[in-house]
């Protein structure tokens, strides 16, 4: 039987040749030495800085556009018709809620889609103010939306559908409420946030008007 026989082996194995080094091009001897740069840490409360920044940022941009973005998805309800008419209607809400008693959103909903489909248009304060004291007529079918009492639901629970359906309403306040910190009350940023959208004017309704008057049977006050 044949034993297994290897290979022979060299005694020594030639050592492959050493070519010298070369440089990139443009590049001096010690660029070669420079030091690596080393990369820069980022804390947490600079990353959340970074992002409270771009939120804040992308908020101040939407409330700045989003009026022109409003006119340009629903546009305003108007009437192609010449004004000639010397009347309008005034539609009163005390407030807008899904307390009993009071108008819900839904109803609401259901107001504006019944004028818009009717054909009515809404007017502003500037156009009664330009009849009642220069005589200059209002469209035909004209209607002016007003909310009293200074109420948060009747201003949050109502933009979006005045914005959808184009139209516009004016809030007549009650200050006193807004004064004592009333929370059912609007705040003072929320009345500018209503001017800037372009879909609320705001009116003086009272500061203290609503305070009961104590009288005599006779009707005469109670002190005098």
Known sequence: MNEFQPDSVPDSIPAPPVRPKTRPRGMGPGALRRRPVQASKVSYGQQ??????????????????????????????????????????????????RKAGEVSPDLFREHLMALRSAGYVPITLADVEGLMYSGRPVPQKA??????QSRKTSYFTTVSMLRRFGWNAVMFLWTKPIVDGNSAAMLWPYLGNMVRSGLWEIGAQSHDGFRRVITSSSGMLADS
């Open 48 to 97: 959340w800085l970074t992002f409270a920044m771009v939120v804040s940022f992308a908020v101040a941009a939407w409330v700045m556009l989003q009026p022109q973005v409003g006119h340009l998805l629903w546009p305003k309800a108007t009437s192609a018709e010449p004004r000639r008419s010397e009347a309008f209607v005034a539609i009163a809400y005390d407030g807008i809620s």
């Open 143 to 148: 209607v002016l939306v007003t909310m009293d």
